[in-house]
């Protein structure tokens, strides 16, 4: 039985991809400079006899055939960027590269992607169609490499008709999934506010323009866009990060600038709140005697999940893991450039249960000690590969 060898060959597997990942682990690399993750890719993939091709100057795209007739087409992803934070981990695989950390599960998606491939490689014999392996750079820096793999043909001869992917989560227990229908994460955009006024003596502020009480007021300001201008039913978030008034004690600044992001998962809405978050907050300096340059930088778009091929892949997975093991994820205002994927194919991104109380094993995504249950590997190998054949009406 199909599944039952699965998940024999899974395990089986399951030394090899949990050291891929802790090497991987150790030997982190940013956005666009994963040249030895790229290299220990290809060596994997021509180990195991997979033909790849270079793509997005460190992404790799690998193409496995099933020997039996047909014309189905797939595509299966993962991501391999690490984040700028300082591991702070005491484990045998912590991070070697200063200031650099899989502290989003990159290593994860990509040692099990790899050992996706070994077990899709090993049974090729029985099943027939093709799989597309998307070893994607820079998930984590705006524009996104998903983006640039979609440029250079990731999705062209052939074309898929269904891309799948996941993401780890310490907030689920290992041994578990969750997926959502229809919209799933939110859009990504920054927002870059530089404000104008008159800088001068604080002792004098009746000579001056102010521009830090301008940009006050326009932080408060912008919080009507989400409470009062966006319907309650459309999540929004807009946040102001960072704030920069380079003045002193006594010295008011000429200037003022902000930094942000605004998420939503309503693309009309998206574009209508860009206008209001110009108008708002040119219009409020303005009222106030200074002036406001607003720049919005238009990011990833917001996920959505295919419903038909979601609710399917939960059948199967409830088959693999069992179903009180599938379970339903809430909406996230966190944002994934594989939502670029989703709109040009039928699209599933699911999350990877890793998290372990027992284990200590609870630190979130982007954290210094973010870590995995290894155990997860076990899992998310056998269970993408029996996805991506099933996917291929095998």
């Not at 699209?347 to 027992?358: A, K, Q, V």
């Amino acid at each position: 039985m199909l599944l039952a060898r699965i998940k024999e060959l899974a395990r089986h597997i399951y030394p090899e991809v949990r050291q891929q990942r802790r090497y991987l682990h150790q030997h982190p690399e940013l956005s666009f400079h994963e040249f030895n993750t790229c290299n220990y890719i290809k060596e994997v993939l021509d180990k195991n006899g997979i033909a790849w091709t270079p793509i997005a100057d460190t992404g790799i795209l690998a193409i496995i055939t099933g020997d039996l007739p047909s014309d189905q087409v797939i595509a299966l992803r993962a991501d391999i960027d690490a984040l700028p934070i300082t591991e702070l981990n005491n484990v045998p695989y912590k991070s070697v590269q200063a200031g650099v950390m899989h502290a989003c599960g990159h290593d994860a998606h990509t040692s099990s992607l790899l050992g996706v491939a070994s077990i899709l490689q090993t049974l090729k014999a029985e099943f027939g169609g093709v799989v597309k392996l998307l070893f994607q750079p820079a998930e984590e820096v705006f524009p996104g490499g998903a983006t640039q793999m979609l440029r250079e043909g990731a999705f062209e001869n052939p074309r898929p008709s269904a891309i799948i992917g996941q993401h780890v989560t310490p907030t689920l227990p290992v041994g578990r999934i969750a997926l959502r229908k229809g919209r799933f994460m939110a859009s990504m955009d920054e927002l870059r506010i530089t404000v104008r006024g008159k800088g001068g003596h604080g002792a004098q502020p009746h000579q001056n323009i102010d521009p830090v009480i301008i940009a006050a007021h326009i932080i408060v300001a912008l919080q009507q866009v989400v409470s009062r201008r966006s319907n309650p039913a459309t999540p929004s978030v807009l946040s102001i990060g960072k704030v920069i008034a380079d003045g002193s004690v006594n010295v008011v600044p000429d200037s003022v600038y902000m930094e942000g992001t605004f998420r939503t998962m309503n693309e009309a809405w998206r574009e209508e709140a860009h206008r209001l978050i110009a108008k708002i907050a040119s219009g409020t300096a303005e009222t106030m005697g200074g002036t406001c340059n607003v720049e919005i930088r238009k990011g990833y778009p917001s996920l959505v999940n295919n419903e038909a091929l979601t609710e399917q892949i939960r059948v199967w997975a409830g088959k693999f893991l069992g179903e009180e093991n599938v379970g339903d994820a809430p909406l996230w205002m966190a944002a994934e450039d594989f939502a670029y994927y989703t709109e040009h194919a039928d699209s599933c991104f699911y999350l990877l249960g890793t998290g372990n109380n027992e284990k200590g094993i609870t630190s979130d995504l982007h954290t210094p000690t973010f870590d995995i249950d290894e155990s997860a590997l076990g899992l998310s190998t056998g269970l993408m590969a029996y996805i991506a054949i099933r996917l291929l009406g095998n």
